[in-house]
């Protein structure tokens, strides 16, 4: 104990005389962007929080394992975590990026979502809905393939999702502030 009481008065000691001498006094409260991610397994998903960083700021809220963002435009939450799901459709690649909208989805579409791609989630309680993809911009055109058909403007379909992912077809509401499309 009496250990590290003196440790504890050293970095005090050292603290002091570093203001003294005028030099800049450390912040201990602020960490760098790098040391949100720098424990990550997934080099991806790492890389791809230090982008989002630069764009939205650093996460408002953050665990070892994933930073998550507040609203942005119409999405009420950005998140990415520290995973690299693979997945085959429409073609391959790694999902650790999700986007949440608010909206209620009747309960008749939610098997159908279903059908169509594993990265549409509904949850019927908040009521949210996400898309995990690999980028916010596939997030995106996988939110605004959600919205089209619960607002009755296209079928749910595995064709039709795919045409819009395939083919980089964004809604219009979405700002493309990663510059992704």
Same mark, same amino acid.
């Given at each position: ?24 006094? +450390? ?42 963002? +507040? ?19 429409? +073609? ?66 595995? +064709? ?22």
């Amino acid at each position: 104990m009496f250990d590290l009481m003196s440790k504890g008065l050293q970095a005090y000691k050292e603290e002091m005389d570093a203001q003294a001498r005028g030099d800049k006094p +450390k912040d201990y409260r602020r960490p760098t962007r790098s040391m949100y991610v720098d424990h990550w397994r997934h080099k991806e998903p790492a890389e791809y929080a230090l982008k989002m960083m630069k764009v939205f700021g650093r996460p408002h809220y953050s665990t070892h394992e994933m930073g998550g963002w +507040k609203e942005d435009g119409d999405v009420a939450k950005m998140v990415v975590k520290d995973e690299f799901l693979a997945h085959g459709f429409p +073609k391959l690649h790694h999902d650790f990026v999700y986007s949440y909208i608010n909206l209620h989805v009747p309960v008749e579409f939610v098997g159908q979502f279903a059908e169509v791609t594993e990265s549409i989630v509904i949850d019927r309680l908040v009521p949210y809905v996400y898309a995990r993809c690999g980028s916010l911009f596939a997030n995106a055109t996988t939110l605004g393939f959600v919205l089209d058909v619960v607002q009755g403007k296209v079928k749910p379909s595995k +064709k039709e999702y795919s045409r819009r992912i395939l083919g980089g077809v964004i809604p219009d509401w979405y700002e493309d502030r990663m510059n992704e499309g």
